[in-house]
């Protein structure tokens, strides 16, 4: 389910496509210069479109752009998990879902496009943390779902929570990707994937 902004006027199929358009052109003037940089004129003139029909798409501007194409950014982390994500229902299932997520965040490396657009939105604004509770509550509602399965195959304790063992492991997951973002360094991230792999495995 993709992540969700604010709603904007109902739009035609070429409607779409533009508005889609002058999401994926901002991303990626805000991934070349960053958000502060980043003008609505750069984004008009990447995407062909005038200032206008910025305005038409996105009523609030500048904020409600950097909204919508954070909430693209955010579904790339998901989409970037994927098939693994949705299908954990085998260790072998969980390990390329621990590689998918590794690979993910090689590329991404010490940017983080989502990171720095919720920054320049406010994370303590309304939006922002929206978006940010929505992307947390689906990418641990996976994991959760996939632990539940293992569960119910003997694979993993059906005395663990779920839900709180989903959540732990999506902490791992942030703390090391923020050493990551702050060291370069990628192999906190790996040991706090294995490690809860590991234990996970060892719960049976």
Known sequence: ?????????????????????????????????????????????????????????????????????????????????????????????????RDAVISRYQRQGVHCPLGVLITELGRATPAAQALTAQLIGQWQAALRAGIEHMQRAGDISPRLDPDRTAAALLAAVQGGVTILMSTGRITHLEAALDTALDLLRASA
């Open 1 to 97: 389910m993709p992540i969700a902004t604010t709603a904007g006027p109902r739009l035609t199929a070429k409607g779409a496509a533009t508005r889609q358009r002058i999401i994926e052109g901002a991303a990626a003037e805000i991934r070349e210069h960053g958000a502060a940089a980043t003008k609505l004129e750069d984004v008009c003139a990447r995407t062909r479109v005038s200032k206008g029909q910025i305005f038409h798409y996105f009523p609030g501007g500048k904020e409600a752009l950097l909204l919508a194409v954070a909430a693209r950014e955010a579904d790339r982390v998901l989409e970037d998990q994927q098939p693994y994500l949705d299908d954990l229902t085998s260790w072998q299932a969980w390990r390329d879902w």
